[in-house]
């Protein structure tokens, strides 16, 4: 329940009270249960869910990097290319170009 209220609204500005919630758990037990099936937090589900959205996203040469990192729920621009940059080794932009390349 909790990961699919996450991919249904990733968009928004989720909390981790907010996860909780969709799951009727506490904070610990959230905690828990997505370390034991996901290895993670579900703050860095979270993130990691927009990036892998954001990726997708980037195939469109019209849509700008921020109009993306605003559309996948990063509250700016340059945390979401600095987000972005640290899980892949490269800029959302880069990531586009080599993308284009390869089609």
């Not at 990192?69 to 700016?76: C, I, L, N, R």
Request: hydrophobic share 30%.
């Amino acid at each position: 329940q909790m990961i699919e209220y996450i991919h249904s609204n990733y968009r928004d500005n989720l909390s981790l009270e907010d996860i909780c919630q969709s799951g009727n758990v506490g904070k610990t037990g959230c905690i828990r249960l997505f370390d034991q099936y996901t290895n993670m937090t579900p703050m860095l589900y979270v993130r990691n869910y927009r990036l892998s959205k954001s990726m997708e996203l980037l195939c469109d040469p019209d849509l700008t990097i921020a109009q993306i990192a605003f559309e996948v729920g990063f509250s700016g621009a340059s945390y979401y290319a600095e987000t972005f940059k640290k899980k892949t080794g490269s800029t959302p932009l880069e990531y586009r170009k080599m993308r284009q390349e390869i089609s």
